[in-house]
Structure formats: C-alpha cells, structure tokens
C-alpha cells in the first residue's frame, strides 16, 4: 500500500523530476566544459620475475602481479616524479606548481597506472592538453620503470619489458563530457524524487493537522 502511494506521488510529480534531472545534467556539462580538455597517452609493460627453477607458474604469476601492483602505486611517489623530470625526456615542467602539494596532486592528476588482474601486465596512460607532451610523460615513465626495476622491487631477477608502445587519442578523453553528463542526469534525478517525496509528506501533515484541528 505504502509503495502504491509512493509510486502515484513520484508519477504525479514526474515533471518536477525531470526539471531536476535536467538542471543536474546541465550542470555536469557545464563544469566538464568549462575544464581544459585533454588527451591520452597509453603504454604497457610487463613485469618479469625468474623465481628459478622450484617454483610453479601460479607462484610466479602472482609474484609479478604483486610487483606490478608495487610499481603502479610508486609511480605517484615524489621520488619517481623527480626521476621522471631529469630522465631526459622532452617534458615541459613548467605545468607542474613549486608548491609542493600542488604538485602531487597534479601529478596523480597527470598519471594514471593499473594492473591487469591475475597478471603482471602494467598498464600507463598520461593525460595532457598537448597530446605530443601525454606521450612524453608516458615513454619517460615506462624507461623510469625499466631503468630501475632492482630499485623499486625487493625481488631479485626483475625484467621489466615495454610491450605496447605509446598510443595516443585522437580525441580528448578528460573529462568524459558524456559520462559527466549522464552522471548529472541520475543525480539530478535522485535530488528531484527526494523533493517530490519530501513536498508530498509535507502536504500529508498538513492535512493531518487540518483535520486534528477541526475534530
């Protein structure tokens, strides 16, 4: 009875709904194009690791996704930007504040690293306005990664291979001005149901004290 009533309240009151869905999806567009639009870079590695001649192929599976999962959260570390800076790569530094905090953020802003389950395949991609410079970053992170694979994993015999070179977009894919949109859209929606519900209990009480009154 009581979900009845609900459901006759959300129908009556569809249009002040869909008002708010509107809003909120408005909204969400307006915020993700008021943002500097940017492009991708991705690269993919694979971390290695010789466990010798005892060990099974689980073993050594997990192992490497283990490494790969230790890499993807140093590549956002203070130390591995800095290496990132000085590799030699042309990456224009001036996008990046002094402040530090600032820093860090922009940088994980900057980078993103995850790795494919049950693997030791790591995956980059670098986001930046100038498409040249995403791809900048991303090889300078994977020869980083390379370069210092004994350095940053406390296993012994660690290979790390570049196994997809750079891709780049040919669009800019932040922000996702249609995911952000139909974000809006849903939440705006929520918000709209909350306030035809909220407004329909109101009235109901209302009435209730009415009639208290007048018995």
């Known amino acids: ?38 492009y991708s870079s991705t690269a993919r590695l694979l971390v290695l690791q010789d466990l010798g001649t005892g ?23 203070t130390d591995f930007f800095e290496k990132v800076l000085t590799s030699g790569f042309d990456i224009n530094e001036n996008i990046f ?12 802003r900057t980078i993103d690293a995850y790795v494919a389950s049950g693997s030791g395949l790591l995956t980059i991609a670098a986001y930046h306005q100038d498409v040249a410079q995403a791809e900048e970053i991303v090889r300078a992170v994977a ?14 015999a660690v290979e790390i291979r570049l196994i997809d070179t750079p891709l780049n977009s040919r669009w800019p ?24 519900l909220l407004q329909a209990e109101r009235i109901r ?3 209730q004290l009415a009639h208290e009154d007048f018995a």
């Not at 060990?55 to 570390?77: F, M, V």
């Not at 504040?97 to 994980?108: E, I």
């Not at 020869?143 to 012994?156: F, K, M, R």
């Open 1 to 38: 009875m009581v979900r009845s009533s609900y459901s006759k309240t959300l129908l009556h009151g569809w249009f002040t709904i869909s008002v708010f869905a509107i809003i909120g999806m408005v909204l969400a567009l307006v915020i993700s194009l008021v943002q500097p639009l940017k």
């Open 55 to 77: 060990s099974d192929a689980y073993t050594a599976s997990r192992s490497e996704e283990r490494i790969a999962e230790n890499l993807s959260t140093i590549i956002y570390s």
């Open 97 to 108: 504040p002094t402040d530090d905090y600032r820093r860090r953020r922009l940088w994980g």
């Open 143 to 156: 020869a980083v990664l390379i370069d210092n694979a004994d350095t940053y994993t406390s296993g012994s």
């Open 173 to 196: 894919v932040k922000p996702n001005v249609l995911a952000n949109g139909f974000s809006g859209l849903v939440l705006g929606s929520l918000v709209g149901i909350g306030y035809v």
């Open 205 to 207: 009480r209302r009435h």
